[in-house]
């Protein structure tokens, strides 16, 4: 899967086509938004973006449709966050937590069950561990690292991975594991 | 799974005595797994005019916002509000433009006249078909059983309804 990072947003994208086609949506949302900034004098807010960037895939779905799901997280000047769930098909809702792909099968009843409104940001990367451990108990794909970025007032700033294979399930033992994945943590 | 059943909606709109109701779910769901409960369905096009809009999320959005814009132009030309009528037409015609690469969207009109306050409701199917009904519409994926239960309450309350008993037998 592929990130941008976009002005003070990351939109990540998720693509079941070529990583190409992916990583041509995401730069051209980027330039645009750097575009407005240049003409207008001001930043897009992370909604305009949201909305810009629906545009962009609901004009393409009927002639060359982009292959890519995304989730576009942005913080205000003011600091009020936002975070937005787009389908490949360009349907787009605002969301409080949100996930694509098979694991969001598992961490949206997670997210149910553990979210609060108001959460630090040391137990949203609390809860984000649990997803992950929850991901790597249910789904059968094994995952080795996770990479976290945070997105504040402050802007982007890229927190250290979270490696997979320290989360596997507590009665898988050991031996089971392969060892390389266990060194790589 | 068809299409229209992709994201999945419900609407549902009656007719009372100088009042109508519209009601609509809020679910976005992907298939089976349900991806937002707050996702707005009905939309404002006048201010006695709605449109719920039941099947695909991404037609809804796309074609709330077509609509939007042409009800605007329409108003700063005109200077005055759209009938439900003529939205109704608008609707129609917007809708056949794409009779082979439709918008999969079934939209329930719901609104009163803006001089006469004549109540008026209407449905059409996705390639723009208009119906104009005396008592209620209902449209999206659960249209079969709604058809019933909306029977149902009309039979109950006749067309005499106030706009008190209107919105709870929408609910």
Known sequence: ?185 | MSILEYNGASIVAMKGKNCVAIASDKRLGIRFQTVSTDFQKIFPMGKKLYIGLPGLATDVMTFANELKFHTNLYQLQENRELTPKTFLSMVSNFLYKRRFGPYFVEPVIAGLDPTTDEPFIASTDLIGCPMVTDDFVVSGTCWSSCTVCVRLCTSLTRAQMSCSSASPSVS
């Open chain 1, 1 to 185: 899967w592929y990130q941008r990072r976009v002005r003070e947003a990351v939109v990540s994208t998720q693509s079941t086509g070529s990583s190409g086609i992916n990583a041509e949506y995401g730069e051209y949302i980027q330039k645009n938004l750097k575009l407005y900034e240049m003409i207008h004098g001001y930043k897009l807010t992370p909604n305009a973006a949201a909305n810009f960037s629906r545009k962009v895939l609901a004009k393409a779905l009927r002639s060359n449709p982009y292959q890519v799901n995304l989730l576009l997280g942005g913080v205000e000047d003011c600091g009020t966050p936002s975070l937005y769930f787009m389908d490949y098909l360009a349907s787009m809702t605002k969301e409080k937590f949100a996930a694509h792909g098979y694991g969001s099968f598992f961490i949206l009843s997670t997210m149910d069950r553990y979210y609060k409104d108001d959460m630090t940001r040391d137990e949203a990367l609390d809860l984000l561990k649990l997803c992950i451990k929850e991901v790597q108990s249910r789904f059968i794909v094994n995952l080795n690292s996770f990479s976290v970025k945070f997105i504040g007032k402050e802007g982007i700033t890229v927190l250290e991975n979270i490696p997979g294979s320290g989360t596997v399930h507590k009665d898988v033992p050991r031996e089971a594991i392969h060892p390389e994945l266990i060194s790589r943590a």
